[in-house]
């Protein structure tokens, strides 16, 4: 087959299937015996390998020159402060536009392998990475092939990339995860991957996604059911995932998944069990003698975010979340309890903040604000969510108002402090 069929193929993956990933964690990840520190690309294929034995698949192997590649692009991505697939020739570190063009310009044989891409912007470690890419089911995919072979890793402080690759036209099975006797799985996906899968399902939120990866491409549709433990069927939606010379199919609940519930798939003949996480808010069960029962002292997470400000949690309805790893607030909550007057003009969709001589104005859709005089760059622009509610950057907001910022990551806390 000629190469640039392949490539074809290859360009297909990447931006079609594996875009870019702006996805956090459902499950909490450390960093084992301090590895990740000093070489991250070994602790990110070894998280990953862990889980792949857990799902009885075979390991990968790390492939030096597709590290080679995945740091290049990595750095690329820091220098320019950029967060695609692409690089821009002339460009401060460019090595090639595309992913294979990066493999095949550090040596690696692009003939026989496809190149697959995948990138996170959670650099809390290259475990933390890896899983936040496991949990966004677009990306999760190529990483739970079993034919998958090697892998290349790059990781900075501003991304972890990953290239998997396989052989052209192999296939020796397929990869399901969650994985048969998975626990502590998410209940819930909430759209933090672009593309966002739900979005053409028209759902603001799903269920925890099932992943079902190496299907033959001529498969048109595949039978699937989801049952509870006590045997009631889950209603469920079927999608289809291109990966190159194979598909993945993704199974998903149209409702969030119960805390600590076990369920079974079945997905063309195959049955296996997962069990979702406990409540993080349940209360705590006291002794029986005790007729007291005292809460969990509340834990935040990337879709609940705390923010503490100057000592005390405020609670916000509703969360305040993580967007592309910049955290954002509901327009009201936060900035009134710090002495700012806060306005919304609806037919201009703008959002005026004004705290003594300092004015800030963001609208929606828009990545800049205008602060007394002057244009200033936002990382993520204001939006309004499925549910209506006004989201604007907490970061940039506080620190035009004359507070600190300061992230409990541990925690998933906000902590402002206020000087005057």
């Known amino acids: 087959m000629k190469r640039s069929y392949k490539m074809k193929m290859a360009l ?14 459902g499950l909490e990840v450390s960093a084992a015996g301090g590895s990740s520190a000093t070489d991250p690309a070994n602790a990110a294929i070894q998280y990953l390998n862990g889980v792949r034995s857990q799902m009885g698949i075979p390991v990968m192997s790390l492939d030096a020159k597709l590290t080679k590649a995945s740091s290049n692009h990595a750095n690329y991505l820091l220098a320019n402060d950029e967060n695609g ?45 890896v899983q936040s890419l496991l949990d966004a089911p677009l990306h ?31 296939h020796s099975g397929v990869g399901k995860y969650p994985y048969d006797g ?55 939606l079927t999608l289809k995932q291109e990966l190159g010379d194979t598909n993945a199919w993704h199974m ?25 996480m406990q409540n993080p808010n349940a209360p705590k069960q006291d002794p029986v003698t005790s007729p007291v029962k005292t809460d969990l002292p509340k834990q935040f997470n990337s879709n609940d975010v705390g923010i503490r400000l100057n000592g005390t949690i405020i609670t916000l309805s509703p969360k305040a979340k993580i967007i592309n790893g910049s955290t954002m607030i509901p327009l009201r909550g936060v900035f ?21 001589a300092r004015t800030i104005v963001l609208t929606i859709g828009i990545s800049q604000a205008w602060m007394n005089g002057s244009w200033h760059s936002l990382s993520v622009a204001p939006f309004l969510s499925a549910e209506g509610s006004t989201y604007v950057p907490l970061r940039f907001v506080s620190e035009a108002l004359g507070a600190e910022i300061a992230w409990e990551s541990e925690k998933w806390t906000a902590v402002i402090t206020q000087h005057e």
């Open 140 to 170: 999760r995919s190529s990483l739970i092939l079993p034919d998958m072979t090697l892998l290349g890793v790059g990781y900075n402080n501003h991304a972890i990339v990953m290239n998997p690759a396989k052989k052209w036209y192999t």
């Open 252 to 276: 998903i609940p149209k409702n969030v998944l119960t805390y600590g519930e076990t369920y079974t798939v079945t997905v063309e003949g195959e049955t296996w069990s997962f069990t979702t």
């Open 85 to 129: 697939h692409s690089e821009t020739s002339g460009k401060q570190g460019y090595t090639g536009e595309w992913p294979w063009d990066r493999a095949s310009a550090v040596g690696f044989d692009t003939e026989s392998f496809g190149v697959f891409e995948d990138v996170s912007f959670n650099t809390d470690s290259p475990e933390a990475g």
């Open 12 to 25: 297909i993956v990447v931006l079609a299937a594996s875009s870019l990933l702006l996805s956090y964690p």
């Open 336 to 356: 009134e309890k710090m002495g700012a007057s806060v306005t919304w003009d609806g037919t201009r969709k703008e959002i005026t903040i004004t705290k003594g």
């Open 182 to 236: 998975q626990t502590g799985v998410p209940i819930g996906f909430y759209g933090f991957e672009m593309p966002n899968p739900l979005e053409q399902l028209h759902l603001s939120q799903s269920g925890y996604f099932i992943t079902y990866a190496g299907v033959a491409q001529e498969k048109t549709s595949i039978s699937a059911s989801l049952i509870n433990s006590s045997n009631q069927p889950v209603d469920i």
